[in-house]
């Protein structure tokens, strides 16, 4: 399995980034996907999960400022993030199937001004 994200970068505060994972090797449509960062000296934690029919989960943070979406025919997750925020730094990692499946390489996002 392999798991590929792109769209990070150094964007201002308030500004977007549509973070996009590209999977291969599994069964795509039949797996819950995630997003998850992972900021300086803190822990991993789950930013956004959409399930394998479509139903999309936030933490808390970023709730009305991301959307997840899913497009089963290309094999990819996306993360749409709005109003972005200096404590939005962190990398970036796509998952498939939850805490015993696959992670991506990580993409970072850094929110400067």
């Known amino acids: 399995v392999k798991l590929v994200e792109s769209g990070g970068g150094l964007v201002q505060p308030g500004g977007s980034l549509r973070l996009s994972c590209a999977a291969s090797?599994?069964?795509?449509?039949?797996?819950?996907m995630g997003w998850y960062r992972q900021a300086p000296g803190k822990q991993r934690e789950l930013v956004a999960s959409?399930?394998?029919?479509?139903?999309?989960n936030y933490a808390e943070s970023v709730k009305g400022r991301c959307t997840i979406a899913r497009d089963n025919a290309k094999n990819t997750v996306y993360l749409q993030m709005d109003s972005l925020e200096p404590e939005d730094t962190a990398i970036y990692y796509c998952?498939?199937?939850?805490?015993?499946?696959?992670w991506g390489q990580g993409t970072q996002v850094t929110v400067s001004s």
């Open positions: 998952n498939a199937g939850g805490s015993v499946g696959w």
């Open positions: 090797g599994l069964t795509f449509s039949t797996y819950s």
């Open positions: 959409i399930s394998s029919r479509g139903s999309p």
